[in-house]
């Protein structure tokens, strides 16, 4: 039920932006006023929830520390997984967001007769990560190819490696089929670990469908379709300089696909995917383990009610007198 | 003999609690509602205790009744609670929109893995407050309702939380794996505290909080009792040493003040622990002094709230600015460091009136120290084996075969690796690692921390306690491993129990008392009798010849 939800609304999606051009003539709408809220909701959107974030305050350094600490002079400590330092704050945080350092180390624990909990280690996760995330940011970056021009010398570069591999024409992109296989993972694994269909919401659901939605249409615009990509140039060179056109030759599958875009951009800032801008705040790997070396100070930190020595020896001082125990009030 | 009651290990057939099933229940979990049974949850906080600490809604209640007696307006209050802390603490607003339930957290928790409850799983524990975040915080939560993972406050969820914030132990192990970094503990310390407002603690934990409040430690014991029983631990080291140990109390002018936590003081094997720093200390001739006032270092308003960990905390820093001391000297406990790491100079601090902790014997400045001036013991040791301050004599250890439990706090909270591991190997040649998915970062939990080690909850220990006494039972078998060196109080006393039960045969240690048993000290008559007053075991001829065999990593 979680899953087929989010998967009959994202063909519903698709069906609207490609109905609602083809069938109804709605260009305008799905091919310019969308995209426009979409890229203002997406960057208010994303500013908003980081503020909001930032708003709240980190109280205590709670680093979670993932090697040997920084102490005596003679023991080798673990600067990255450990830091004491910004920079080893830095080379954690880049190792974390780049390459997932965290979901690399998981293990896979089993139990066997006996009992015995065997451990072992399962990079499938990370992998299935990495390919989408690194994939997807490729893919993004090549999309970037319609909206300029020149094309920067960046873009041309990524999109010649990314078609290195060429198996006749159009180009085949190595990316279109690593997200798509990286997404079917990411969706199959939810669907059939007990444990993961048991956590899985609507929200995790949404936009893998979404996400493999907008994968699919755009291989079949590129690969089957085979959609005029001058006249989609054409249209998102329209929209950057503000002056909309709407090329008759751009297939109208496109304005489904663009649709399904437009989706994931205003979804984005509502929803888990803030993820990715989370990472950086997150105060368990972004704070140094110095703890004792610098005191963090605590904005809200107040006056508590304690338990004075005053206090406790007025409640014990004839114990302590009869004990030895020397006190300040005789 | 009288049938076996759940609150002993002999109830618990290992087989049967063995025989654990991963596959969730048919049914989403939120469909799902707590079942109390014996052995899986703790007796509620006395009225007593929250009424002297001025808590809200004292009252005497009962855990497997239907009423809970909880305030007419305790809704409101539960997301006013839940309000506050979220613009509060980043952490807590941050970790309730950013999980993508990826599933990495799911088996790295001890309660799922000795347990199978889905409901321990790291992520679904923090969805049963995410929620209800998303219920009452979130656009999309008001709009869509369950759907979209939202449900409402209703008193079965209290329920709930109680049931499962309190089979946490805030070891903060998922958050390692997790790539957020999302930690539990947090999730955790959250929903207690949001708890506590209803007035819902254990008295496991509350009690402890209320003595430690009153008579500045855990147990209660007032400042005589901690005078008797020092001198009675100064008497068995006589005896076994043959040297008459000092006992500064509550001294003025002296360098150091030492604390500990209370536990040192009164359960075996701690209180052998407990005598080994006294060993040392006199050895040294360390100007140090104990104080009865601050003569508690762990800290159960961890397990409480902040507000509480401050409240205890308090008197660390106002015992050594009244007794004049220069720095502070902690002993062996797991989640007093992590307060005296990560909130106690932030809480009470600064330190300023003391002084950066130097070492007296070997001059070493403990500058990693600097701010809260404060020194692990360990760290302190390590220093003077490393310059030859202490006359060792391993061999006297040569009948103990170690392994280290890597305690949660020193490790994900510090990063204490090495430090106890140097030592163990200076004091025992027969030192062995456990598997390497169980230790340093990766160690598991006893089972029984954050306030859950008690008799009450024994189930649930024992599942808990089921990844560390796996491993424990790996090294006894492979490597004929006796006993597991444990740098925490409460592991010290529930390891005790879940090496009962899963790999029986090991007893646990405290580093120092290791320490003080291969000592050599000045004056010491021959020794025969450890610090526990046993015979110690005459070496074998070439027994001693396989030690040191120590992995290093």
């Not at chain 2, 992590?338 to 300023?352: C, E, F, I, L, S």
């Amino acid at each position: 039920m979680n899953a087929l939800i989010p998967l009959i609304a994202v063909i519903v999606l698709f069906l609207v932006g490609w109905l609602g051009t083809d069938q109804a003539g709605l260009y305008v709408l799905f091919g310019a006023a969308i995209p426009y809220i979409a890229i203002v909701v997406f960057f208010c959107g994303l500013v908003y929830r980081v503020v909001r974030w930032a708003a709240s305050p980190v109280p205590f350094r709670i680093p979670t520390t993932c090697g040997q600490q920084k102490s005596l002079d003679w023991i080798r400590p673990n600067p990255v997984d450990n830091p004491y330092t910004l920079f080893g704050v830095l080379v954690r945080m880049a190792l974390e967001i780049l390459f997932f350092r965290s979901l690399l180390r998981n293990t896979k624990t089993e139990l066997k007769s006996g009992p015995r909990v065997v451990y072992s280690s399962n990079i499938w996760l990370w992998l299935g990560a990495m390919a989408f995330h690194w994939s997807f940011l490729v893919i993004l970056i090549r999309h970037m190819r319609f909206f300029t021009e020149p094309v920067p010398f960046f873009v041309t570069f990524l999109h010649q490696a990314d078609g290195f591999f060429q198996v006749g024409v159009p180009i085949f992109y190595a990316t279109s089929f690593i997200l798509l296989a990286a997404l079917s993972y990411l969706l199959l694994r939810r669907l059939f670990s007990p444990q993961l269909r048991y956590i899985s919401l609507v929200n995790d659901y949404f936009p893998l469908f979404l996400l493999i939605g907008i994968g699919l249409s755009g291989f079949w615009l590129r690969y089957i379709t085979k959609t005029d990509i001058v006249a989609v140039k054409e249209l998102a060179l329209g929209l950057v300089s503000f002056t909309p056109t709407f090329p008759e030759s751009v297939s109208p599958l496109f304005y489904g696909h663009l649709f399904l875009v437009c989706t994931l951009f205003i979804y984005f800032p509502f929803s888990k995917l803030m993820h990715m801008a989370g990472v950086f705040l997150s105060p368990t790997r972004n704070l140094a383990n110095n703890n004792r070396m610098v005191r963090h100070i605590n904005p809200w930190n107040y006056p508590v009610k304690v338990h004075t020595y005053e206090e406790y020896e007025d409640d014990f001082r004839e114990k302590m007198k009869k004990a030895g125990i020397v006190v300040e009030k005789e | 003999m009288a049938t076996p009651t759940p609150d002993t290990i002999e109830y618990y057939k290992k087989e049967k609690l063995s025989d654990i099933d991963y596959e969730p229940p048919a049914g989403g979990w939120m469909d799902t509602p707590v079942n109390f049974r014996p052995g899986s949850w703790i007796y509620p906080g006395k009225a007593k205790h929250l009424q002297y600490l001025d808590l809200p809604n004292p009252r005497e209640w009962v855990v497997t009744e239907k009423d809970w007696k909880l305030q007419e307006n305790w809704k409101e209050i539960v997301l006013k609670g839940m309000s506050e802390r979220l613009s509060k603490y980043r952490s807590f607003k941050l970790f309730m929109d950013i999980c993508v339930r990826c599933g990495a957290c799911a088996d790295k928790c001890h309660f799922f893995i000795g347990g199978g409850d889905p409901k321990n799983m790291p992520v679904l524990r923090a969805e049963l407050l995410r929620s209800i975040y998303r219920n009452d915080f979130t656009a999309i939560g008001r709009v869509l309702g369950k759907i979209v993972g939202a449900r409402e406050l209703t008193e079965d969820v209290i329920k709930e939380w109680f049931y499962y914030f309190f089979q946490c132990t805030e070891c903060r192990r998922c958050s390692v794996f997790c790539p957020y970094g999302i930690d539990t503990a947090e999730i955790t310390m959250m929903g207690r505290e949001l708890l506590g407002l209803l007035g819902l603690y254990v008295n496991w934990v509350i009690e402890p909080v209320a003595n430690c409040f009153r008579t500045g430690n855990h147990l209660g014991i007032q400042p005589h009792g901690l005078k008797d029983t020092l001198e009675f631990f100064a008497d068995d080291i006589e005896n076994a040493t043959g040297v008459k140990v000092k006992i500064p109390i509550n001294k003025k002018g002296a360098e150091i003040l030492f604390v500990t936590p209370s536990g040192d003081f009164l359960a075996d094997p701690g209180t052998f622990t407990c005598m080994g720093y006294m060993v040392l200390f006199n050895e040294l001739d360390l100007d140090f002094t104990w104080s009865t006032y601050a003569s508690e270092g762990g800290n159960f308003g961890l397990f409480t709230s902040h507000e509480m960990i401050k409240r205890l905390n308090a008197k660390i820093y106002a015992e050594a600015k009244r007794l004049g001391v220069k720095w502070i000297l902690g002993g062996e406990c797991g989640h007093m460091w992590r307060v005296m790491h990560q909130y106690m100079d932030t809480m009470n601090g600064p330190a300023d009136f003391l002084q950066v902790p130097k070492s007296p014997i070997t001059g070493t400045v403990f500058d990693n120290a600097r701010s809260t001036k404060m020194v692990h013991i360990v760290e302190f040791t390590a220093d003077l084996i490393k310059h030859g301050k202490l006359k060792l004599d391993p061999k006297r250890n040569d009948h103990i075969r170690v392994t280290l439990h890597d305690s949660c706090n020193p490790a994900r909270a510090l990063g204490m690796l090495e430090e106890p591991r140097y030592i163990l190997k200076n004091v025992c040649r027969n030192f062995y690692e456990m598997p390497e998915n169980t230790i340093r970062e990766q160690t598991f939990c006893c089972g029984g921390g954050a306030g859950l080690g008690t008799d009450e909850n024994m189930e649930m220990r024992l599942r808990g306690g089921l990844p560390r006494g796996n491993a424990v039972r790996y090294v006894q078998e492979k490597y004929g491993v006796n006993q597991l060196a444990a740098m925490c109080a409460i592991d010290r006393a529930t390891l005790t129990t879940v090496c009962n039960y899963w790999a029986p045969g090991v007893l646990v240690t405290g580093i120092h008392e290791l320490v003080a048993n291969a000592m050599v000290l000045n004056g010491e008559k021959e020794r025969t009798i450890n610090l526990r007053q046993e015979e110690i075991p005459r070496a074998e001829s070439g027994s001693a010849e396989k030690g040191g065999a120590a992995d290093v990593r």
